[in-house]
């Protein structure tokens, strides 16, 4: 596997700035992408709860889903930042694992698009329609679920660099796939515990009932979540330094007291959330993400500088080259412009050959050949204007960077060289066999009078004009015979050997007369 160590944004800030400024930026993100999902969560999972239940209208879940509206776009409007700074801190590790999940990657868009349409069609269809909000809700909430496990697998792919390979190669390994489950699994069971803790201190002032099932919600989710990060700890344990194991010793000490504090109460006490609450769930969050900030900088740091070290060794290596480039395009930038020769040779030559033949370096990779310059008896104007506009269809570009001094000059060359620009001798008489042939076949393309006729000018590329270009007897005879590859001109090789001879005299007749 090829790995990308050319892709780097250069920092606005110092790298601490970005930590600080990484750790603000995703830790409001994910507080609200929590929400958002934890909203979408309890919602469905509270409307299957009264219609199985009959427990009667779904006035209060129509409230929790419609919150959702205001969660998402906060969520994504909040995202934007942290996706742009973890580019410029981590450029190789993110464009790295993104490639390697560019087709999950690429989903995430139209994931959401779906999920957010469904989940606002579920609020709309909940009272009106029930089977149809089933199927609205458990969609849309399966498309949202989706997209955290593309990122937390972008994500863990990121901060594993060994395994980049495996993974190109289609091969997930024990370790990996058991980090990538447990950190989804964390990120779902956050959402619920954010989600319920939200709605219990917002959602239930007029529906104090609600609190019952909130609260249990909030101390069932913080239970899995303790269990969830055993493992989850274990699975970075290569990472473990005294300041993750601090921040998570704070996180799980603010968990085991939430469970204390919702512990089974008297009914008459659970009309509302538990101020503390308001104190040791964001202690909790904080250190959660203080944690992983310092996994992340630990897996992250290291892979980057190591990236830009072989950048660095890989400059110094092309240096010589470079210099050596560079010279010879300064050489080239100073004489390309002086005269036709140079222009011709830099930008003509490839195709055509030094000696106008069509038989450049570049010619064997053209559809359609290269025109043999040698061959060629046209007017100064028609060649100018191909110059300057290409040939359409073809493999012959504009060349609009030069100005008309430099296509003149360009010109010239192609009269010195080739004398392109030379009278077309007048062909000897044609017989009447000669005219029929041309009247009936050829001219529907070049038209009688050797101008492109209607359907002449349908084809690409358009046949030429033989009022004003012509061929030499040879090359019209060659062309006449076999053809121009890629193009509709046709083989005549079946017609005798006069009249093919007579028809390209024909073909001269036109430039000749005028």
Not at 138 to 152: D, E, Q, S
Not at 209 to 238: C, D
Not at 250 to 260: E, I, N, S
Request: aromatic share 10%; net charge neutral; proline share 6%.
């Amino acid at each position: 596997m090829t790995q990308w160590t050319d892709l780097f944004l250069l920092m606005p800030l110092s790298a601490d700035g970005l930590h600080g400024l990484l750790f603000v930026t995703f830790g409001l993100h994910l507080l609200f992408v929590l929400l958002m999902l934890g909203t979408a969560l309890l919602g469905l999972l509270f409307f299957l709860h009264n219609r199985l239940g009959g427990d009667g209208p779904q006035l209060w879940n129509r409230h929790i889903v419609d919150s959702h509206l205001g969660l998402k776009s906060l969520a994504v409007v909040l995202g934007v930042a942290p996706l742009l700074i973890v580019q410029v801190r981590y450029s190789h590790a993110f464009f790295t694992a993104t490639g390697l999940f560019s087709y999950a990657w690429l989903a995430v868009i139209p994931l959401l698009i779906a999920a957010f349409l469904l989940i606002d069609a579920f609020g709309h269809t909940m009272q009106a329609r029930a089977w149809l909000a089933v199927f609205c809700g458990v969609l849309g909430v399966g498309a949202l679920l989706t997209v955290p496990a593309i990122f937390t697998g972008a994500l863990s792919l990121m901060e594993r660099r060994g395994e980049w390979a495996a993974f190109a190669d289609k091969d997930l390994g024990a370790g990996f796939a058991a980090h990538w489950l447990l950190r989804y699994l964390h990120v779902i069971g956050a959402a619920f515990v954010f989600g319920a803790a939200f709605h219990l201190f917002f959602s239930t002032a007029d529906h104090p009932e609600k609190a019952v099932r909130l609260r249990n919600w909030l101390f069932g989710a913080t239970l899995v979540q303790i269990v969830i990060g055993i493992p989850l700890v274990f699975s970075v344990a290569v990472g473990l330094d005294w300041p993750v194991i601090g921040a998570v010793t704070v996180g799980v000490a603010a968990a085991m007291l939430v469970l204390r504090v919702l512990r089974p109460a008297a009914p008459s006490s659970v009309a509302a959330g538990p101020r503390s609450l308001l104190i040791l769930l964001p202690v909790l969050f904080v250190s959660m993400l203080v944690a992983r900030q310092f996994l992340q900088d630990r897996s992250l740091a290291p892979i980057h500088e190591q990236a830009v070290a072989a950048r660095q060794e890989r400059a110094k290596e092309l240096a010589p080259y470079r210099e050596q480039a560079l010279a010879a395009f300064t050489a080239k930038l100073n004489t390309v412009y002086d005269n036709g020769d140079t222009i011709y040779d830099g930008a003509c030559q490839p195709c055509h050959g030094l000696g106008g033949r069509g038989n450049g370096p570049a010619a064997a990779r053209l559809l359609i050949p290269a025109e043999n310059l040698t061959a060629i008896r046209a007017d100064r104007s028609v060649i100018y204007t191909t110059l300057k506009d290409g040939t359409p269809g073809s493999g012959m570009p504009y060349f609009r960077l030069y100005d008309r001094e430099k296509l003149e000059r360009v010109l010239d060359t192609l009269s010195e060289r080739f004398s392109m620009f030379a009278a077309t001798p007048k062909p000897q008489p044609v017989g009447p066999a000669a005219m029929q042939v041309w009247n009936g076949t050829c001219a529907v393309c070049h038209g009688t009078d050797g101008g492109v006729s209607a359907f002449g000018h349908t084809l690409l590329p358009a046949p030429p004009d033989l009022r004003v270009f012509s061929l030499t007897p040879e090359h019209a005879l060659e062309v006449i015979t076999n053809g121009y590859p890629g193009t509709a001109m046709q083989p005549y090789r079946d017609l005798p050997d006069t009249l093919r001879a007579e028809l390209a005299a024909v073909s001269n007749t036109f430039r000749a007369d005028r």
